[in-house]
């Protein structure tokens, strides 16, 4: 055995494995990437120093991601999830882990501290749904591999003109619970469940049309292959959101642009995530 060549192998070694773990513990740290954002949308970590968001921008474990009135942003989460998040809110990303495939170790948890967002679940949840939750002040909502958007209205925002105070949560795809101290609720898709306090038992109410957009099925010409159609009646098929015209303060339902978007593979193209 040649001494000389065991020298230099061996830190060799050494410096490639310590790379490689410190690029792991740097990957480890981050929920997901800007997708697309349009206005001031801003990012806040646990040391309280914030910065402005561009598109490709990292969000971190324990970021607030804040967006400005007339602002919105589409993250892709780590896990093949998408969350988009309406202007005037505040999200912070607690808690998020995943190597890359559902091991048990896997867990999303967002706090929705005010205003909007839709969810897409990714495969943090697919499996162990006590891996994935979503907590507002009134409540703790779980999933069940769904497509879902929850709305927190505060007292003196916006959105208190058009609803009572509490966290609005409907169903597109799939199934929530929405949990309070008073119990649990199931909701189902185009139904809508309502919090109005820690200490209150979750309701299914009537969709509030002020907070939610709900768009009719497609027409069975789109059904037939019409893409335009598809996206024109909300269809369920390779649409995204690209942007968002400028919203009067006074206005509160969303409406966002639908573009067809690729994968960048070839072929195949991202879930919707609209509003």
Same mark, same amino acid.
């Given at each position: 055995? %040649?001494?000389?060549? @065991?020298?230099?192998?061996?830190?060799?070694?050494?410096?490639?494995?310590?790379?490689?773990?410190? !690029?792991?513990?740097? =990957? +480890?740290?981050?929920?997901?990437?800007?997708?697309?954002?349009?206005?001031?949308?801003?990012?806040?970590?646990?040391?309280?120093?914030?910065?402005?968001?561009? $598109?490709?921008?990292?969000?971190?474990?324990?970021?607030?991601?804040?967006? +400005?009135?007339?602002?919105?942003?589409?993250?892709?989460?780590?896990?093949?999830?998408?969350?988009?998040?309406?202007?005037?809110?505040?999200? $912070?990303?607690?808690?998020?882990?995943?190597?890359?495939?559902?091991?048990?170790?896997?867990?999303?948890?967002?706090?929705?501290?005010? &205003? &909007?967002?839709?969810?897409?679940?990714?495969?943090?949840?697919? $499996? %162990? $749904?006590?891996?994935? !939750?979503?907590? #507002?002040?009134?409540?703790?909502?779980?999933?069940?591999?769904?497509?879902?958007?929850?709305?927190? /209205?505060?007292?003196?925002?916006?959105?208190?003109?058009?609803?009572?105070?509490?966290? =609005? %949560?409907?169903? @597109?795809?799939?199934?929530?619970?929405? #949990?309070?101290?008073?119990?649990?609720?199931?909701?189902?898709?185009?139904?809508?469940?309502? *919090?109005?306090?820690?200490?209150?038992?979750?309701?299914?109410?009537?969709? %509030?049309?002020?907070?939610?957009?709900?768009?009719?099925?497609?027409?069975?010409?789109?059904? +037939? &292959?019409?893409?335009?159609?598809?996206?024109?009646?909300?269809?369920?098929?390779?649409? *995204?959101?690209?942007?968002?015209?400028?919203?009067?303060? @006074?206005?509160?339902?969303?409406?966002?642009?639908?573009?067809?978007?690729?994968?960048?593979?070839?072929?195949?193209?991202?879930?919707? /995530?609209?509003?």
């Amino acid at each position: 055995m %040649n001494p000389i060549k @065991n020298i230099i192998t061996l830190p060799s070694i050494l410096l490639a494995a310590c790379l490689m773990f410190t !690029g792991q513990a740097a =990957y +480890a740290g981050i929920a997901g990437h800007i997708l697309f954002l349009n206005g001031d949308v801003q990012s806040t970590n646990s040391a309280g120093q914030t910065r402005v968001l561009q $598109k490709g921008d990292a969000i971190h474990e324990s970021d607030t991601v804040t967006t +400005a009135r007339g602002a919105s942003a589409q993250i892709k989460m780590r896990d093949g999830g998408y969350v988009v998040i309406r202007p005037d809110s505040q999200l $912070k990303f607690d808690s998020f882990v995943f190597s890359g495939e559902e091991d048990g170790s896997e867990k999303s948890f967002l706090s929705l501290l005010k &205003g &909007g967002i839709r969810a897409i679940t990714g495969l943090i949840g697919k $499996k %162990n $749904k006590k891996n994935y !939750g979503i907590t #507002t002040p009134q409540s703790t909502i779980g999933i069940r591999g769904t497509d879902h958007e929850t709305v927190v /209205v505060t007292a003196g925002s916006a959105l208190a003109a058009a609803a009572p105070v509490g966290t =609005y %949560n409907k169903v @597109n795809q799939g199934e929530t619970t929405l #949990t309070t101290a008073k119990g649990t609720l199931s909701v189902l898709p185009n139904q809508m469940g309502f *919090a109005g306090a820690a200490d209150q038992m979750p309701q299914l109410q009537p969709i %509030n049309l002020n907070i939610f957009t709900v768009v009719p099925p497609p027409s069975p010409q789109a059904k +037939a &292959g019409n893409k335009e159609a598809d996206v024109r009646a909300g269809a369920v098929g390779d649409i *995204a959101v690209q942007g968002q015209d400028a919203m009067p303060e @006074n206005k509160v339902p969303i409406d966002l642009k639908l573009v067809p978007i690729t994968n960048g593979t070839g072929g195949g193209t991202q879930p919707p /995530v609209v509003f």
